[in-house]
């Protein structure tokens, strides 16, 4: 097997660059692709698999897959991006890209935040009122 040494890594053919040098950045870029690639699954298993799309709930559980998809996908592009530029590219031209994708990364995450604050209270009114309803049924 030919190895070669890589700053403070040994690479070995078959094994993955990025991985060893940068080993913390290559472990989040798994997570987060893991997380998107599994969400699409449970997403096409949710969308095939014939509940009604008539359910509140299964409205909000699809919404909630779809916000987990899309935000591992987001991270997983941005740490991607950090991952294959060059040290000496994130200082120059592209260091003001990296700082308009934090920015936008930031406004994503304020939207996302938004959204799960205004679903989380309408499922708490719906709550509200699904319990007012049974006591009071069970009171007549």
Same mark, same amino acid.
Request: aromatic residues 14%.
């Given at each position: 097997?030919?190895?070669?040494?890589?700053?403070?890594?040994?690479?070995?053919?078959?094994?993955?660059?990025?991985?060893?040098?940068?080993?913390?950045?290559?472990?989040?870029?798994?997570?987060?692709?893991?997380?998107?690639?599994?969400? &699409? #699954?449970? $997403?096409?298993? @949710? +969308?095939? %698999?014939?509940?009604?799309?008539?359910?509140?709930?299964?409205?909000? /559980?699809? &919404? #909630?897959? $779809?916000?987990? @998809? +899309?935000? %591992?996908?987001?991270?997983?592009?941005?740490?991607?991006?950090?991952? /294959?530029?060059?040290?000496?590219?994130?200082?120059?031209?592209?260091?003001?890209?990296?700082?308009?994708?934090?920015?936008?990364?930031?406004?994503?995450?304020?939207?996302?935040?938004?959204?799960?604050?205004?679903?989380?209270?309408?499922?708490?009114?719906?709550?509200?009122?699904?319990?007012?309803?049974?006591?009071?049924?069970?009171?007549?």
């Amino acid at each position: 097997m030919i190895c070669t040494v890589v700053g403070e890594g040994r690479i070995c053919s078959g094994q993955v660059v990025i991985g060893v040098v940068y080993p913390k950045l290559q472990f989040k870029f798994l997570i987060y692709s893991a997380i998107c690639f599994f969400s &699409s #699954l449970i $997403m096409c298993l @949710i +969308l095939v %698999s014939g509940i009604r799309f008539e359910h509140k709930l299964f409205m909000w /559980l699809l &919404s #909630l897959v $779809m916000w987990t @998809i +899309l935000s %591992s996908f987001a991270f997983s592009y941005v740490i991607s991006l950090n991952m /294959l530029t060059p040290g000496f590219l994130q200082l120059d031209t592209y260091g003001r890209s990296f700082r308009v994708i934090d920015k936008l990364m930031l406004v994503w995450i304020c939207v996302l935040i938004f959204i799960v604050t205004c679903h989380a209270s309408s499922i708490i009114t719906w709550i509200v009122t699904y319990l007012r309803k049974k006591m009071k049924e069970k009171r007549i």
